[in-house]
């Protein structure tokens, strides 16, 4: 297979999870790690070669200032629906599942058995689990809204206290509208 060759452009910011580095090609964002760059970089560096990535890393404030923008609006509370473009690299069911965690509402949880269903998978429990903690771009599309049949908050790639943090930003955010 042949090297797809482009850049990566790069920015890190500071957030109520800690620091979170955002990466973008020139289609849309590809990545949301949790951590700074150098923290990510082998497994950022797993990842380009997964997908025969051959790219050089740019640091790019002013390309992902919108969805830095975006980011610090919805941890205060502000804003509920992100809008801005994806270069998902993915199999078929993980992209087939991540469309599915992007609908489920704001303020909302549904479990993996929901979103099995959703998907016309209804058995494929266990392979949404592993879509869901490969989501590349966590609390764009949100993952952390997926919970498990008993309500419990289960499996979290960047944590259950970072699951927490998130659900609790949208529920305090919906009670203060409601």
Not at 32 to 40: C, K
Not at 46 to 58: S, Y
Not at 128 to 139: D, E, F, I, L, R
Request: aromatic share 10%; charged share 20%.
């Amino acid at each position: 297979m042949c090297q797809i060759k482009t850049v990566l452009y790069y920015e890190e910011c500071e957030s109520i999870l800690g620091p979170l580095t955002i990466i973008s090609t020139d289609k849309g964002i590809c990545r949301l790690d949790f951590g700074t760059l150098n923290e990510n970089l082998p497994s950022l560096q797993a990842w380009m070669a997964k997908f025969f990535i051959k790219g050089e890393l740019v640091h790019a404030p002013l390309k992902l200032a919108s969805a830095i923008d975006q980011l610090k609006s919805y941890f205060n509370g502000t804003l509920r629906e992100f809008v801005m473009d994806f270069d998902l690299y993915g199999t078929p069911f993980q992209k087939k599942v991540w469309e599915q965690l992007a609908g489920i509402p704001y303020g909302t949880t549904c479990s993996y058995k929901e979103v099995a269903s959703g998907i016309g998978a209804p058995k494929a429990v266990r392979a949404v689990g592993s879509a869901n903690n490969q989501n590349p771009v966590p609390v764009f599309i949100p993952c952390h809204r997926v919970i498990g049949s008993n309500g419990a908050l289960v499996g979290y790639g960047g944590g259950l206290d970072k699951k927490e943090i998130l659900l609790s930003i949208e529920h305090n955010s919906c009670q203060k509208t409601s």
